[in-house]
């Protein structure tokens, strides 16, 4: 069994930062890549960044790239999403999740576990 715990959302500013953190239980964290993923109210769910097993290679969304830093720490089972100059459209509850394979994974049905969830609202 999988856990995966988010922590970090929160209510900031425009152009601020945040920087949320994934815990994960069990042994086989660093064998798969992870993705954070967001969803605001109404709209579909959104892939925003995903980092392969070593963190050697990382994707982001468009709406995302060069703002957002993702990261992984195999000694702690935690992936970290750092998000800077923040806009309100960023608002959304934030997921982390597990992938089915160690390289990249976009396709969001490949990811297997989820963590519950963690709420960032960006006010202007």
């Known amino acids: 069994q999988v856990q995966l715990v988010e922590s970090g959302g929160g209510l900031v500013q425009a152009g601020g930062s945040l920087r949320l953190s994934c815990a994960a239980a069990?042994?086989?964290?660093?064998?798969?890549?992870m993705g954070w993923f967001r969803q605001a109210p109404g709209m579909e769910r959104e892939l925003v960044a995903t980092?392969?097993?070593?963190?050697?290679?990382?994707r982001y969304s468009d709406s995302v790239k060069g703002r957002f830093t993702i990261s992984r720490d195999n000694a702690k089972n935690t992936v970290y999403l750092q998000m800077n100059s923040l806009k309100p459209e960023d608002t959304a509850a934030y997921y982390c999740?597990?992938?089915?394979?160690?390289?990249?994974?976009?396709?969001?049905?490949?990811?297997?576990?989820w963590g519950q969830g963690t709420q960032v609202t960006v006010s202007s």
């Open positions: 980092i392969n097993w070593s963190g050697g290679w990382t």
């Open positions: 069990g042994r086989t964290f660093s064998s798969y890549a």
């Open positions: 999740a597990r992938a089915d394979a160690p390289a990249l994974v976009t396709a969001s049905s490949r990811y297997k576990y």
